[in-house]
């Protein structure tokens, strides 16, 4: 009977173990998600920064089409201003998110810490027994 109590301690250590390991690769798939996402966008933003220098260099060669080629950046500046809150709300989610994963792996470690120190207890009384009932 003990014997049986003990695997089932054992099967559920196991399996907050594994539940720990699958949470801890969700947390490393979203910083590696993230880490893309903030390569993409500063891709993105340094494009976005060479098309704005570009027109400004349009914009001192051509004089004639200054209005024309303004209202353009000033275009570009607002989709660039859009995609900077719009990522920035992305890395803030994501952070939001290995933030709460973080804490949900600090609650199961806790747990966990709590399940050993139980097996540890449950173990000796176990050895007691053993010795009393098996030796001598």
């Known amino acids: 009977v003990t014997s049986t109590s003990s695997d089932k301690e054992r099967e559920e250590k196991d399996k907050q173990v594994k539940e720990l390991r699958e949470l801890f690769q969700e947390e490393q798939k979203l910083a590696d ?9 500063k891709k993105e933003v340094e494009a976005k920064n060479e098309q704005i220098q570009n027109l400004q260099q349009k914009l001192d060669k051509d004089s004639d089409s200054f209005e024309s080629v303004q209202q353009q950046l000033q275009d570009k500046d607002r989709n660039y201003q859009s995609l900077s809150q719009s990522s920035n709300q992305r890395i803030s989610d994501l952070q ?11 609650n199961l470690q806790y747990k966990f810490s709590e399940q050993e120190s139980v097996a540890r207890i449950g173990e000796r009384q176990l050895n007691k027994w053993r010795y009393r009932n098996f030796s001598g």
Do not use: D, G, R, Y
Not at 33 to 41: G, N, P, R, V, Y
Not at 96 to 106: A, D, N, P, R
């Open 33 to 41: 998600s993230q880490a893309e996402m903030i390569q993409s966008l």
């Open 96 to 106: 939001q998110k290995v933030t709460s994963l973080q804490k949900q792996i600090e």
